[in-house]
T-cell receptor
Framework: DQQVKQNSPSLSVQEGRISILNCDYTNSMFDYFLWYKKYPAEGPTFLISISSIKDKNEDGRFTVFLNKSAKHLSLHIVPSQPGDSAVYFCAASANPGNQFYFGTGTSLTVIP | DGGITQSPKYLFRKEGQNVTLSCEQNLNHDAMYWYRQDPGQGLRLIYYSQIVNDFQKGDIAEGYSVSREKKESFPLTVTSAQKNPTAFYLC?????????????FGDGTRLSIL
């Protein structure tokens, strides 16, 4: 059973606009959430994370929002750049656990 | 440069053969992980290890085996018992478990059956 879901397989955005990628989870014990970026034939690269004690975390152009009551998190990229085109995975874990659960990914295309 | 090295990048296996995928890290991380990625699916955990000489099964361990004899190395063997081994395999490490720290990934090995 998929505990972390990304319901949008793909997203296209114009360069300079905002990209919003969404992720839902079912396990209320999850308290640490991450976003990874992945290019083809490469491993995922860690982008940004958030713990459940926060509802927002920002790093440059990337902001992650967490809505615990809705079991929903989102990644905002502003402004979007062509180099942001990649597959984005969200992941979650329940500390002090050791397993991370990954969504199926959203392929973002930023159109110049 | 610190990082995680997976080798080889591409691997071909004949039916009925075992094959071992290498994963080495020089980040001094305690925990290491093996994932499998199939098209249209997320990463699924095969095995993980928190310390040397200790490892646990993940969600899809059947047909796989691992060892952790050294902190920096966590090889994965895909045995002939694995019914559908063709996939992209990713190794990851993490500094310590039980803390809010991300996993860091290697660049993966693509395994194909001849």
């Amino acid at each position: 059973d998929q505990q972390v879901k990304q319901n949008s397989p793909s997203l296209s955005v114009q360069e300079g606009r905002i990209s919003i990628l969404n992720c839902d989870y079912t396990n209320s014990m999850f308290d640490y959430f991450l976003w990874y970026k992945k290019y083809p034939a490469e491993g995922p690269t860690f982008l940004i994370s958030i713990s459940s004690i926060k509802d927002k975390n920002e790093d440059g152009r990337f902001t992650v929002f967490l809505n615990k009551s809705a079991k929903h998190l989102s990644l905002h990229i502003v402004p979007s750049q062509p180099g942001d085109s990649a597959v984005y995975f969200c992941a979650a874990s329940a500390n002090p656990g050791n397993q991370f659960y990954f969504g199926t990914g959203t392929s973002l295309t930023v159109i110049p | 440069d610190g990082g995680i090295t997976q080798s080889p990048k591409y691997l071909f296996r004949k039916e009925g053969q075992n094959v071992t995928l290498s994963c080495e890290q020089n980040l001094n991380h305690d925990a290491m992980y093996w994932y499998r990625q199939d098209p249209g699916q997320g990463l699924r955990l095969i095995y993980y290890s928190q310390i040397v000489n200790d490892f646990q099964k993940g969600d899809i361990a059947e047909g796989y085996s691992v060892s952790r004899e050294k902190k920096e190395s966590f090889p994965l063997t895909v045995t002939s018992a694995q019914k559908n081994p063709t996939a992209f395999y990713l190794c990851a490490s993490r500094a310590r478990t039980g803390f809010n720290q991300p996993q860091h990934f290697g660049d993966g090995t693509r395994l194909s059956i001849l």
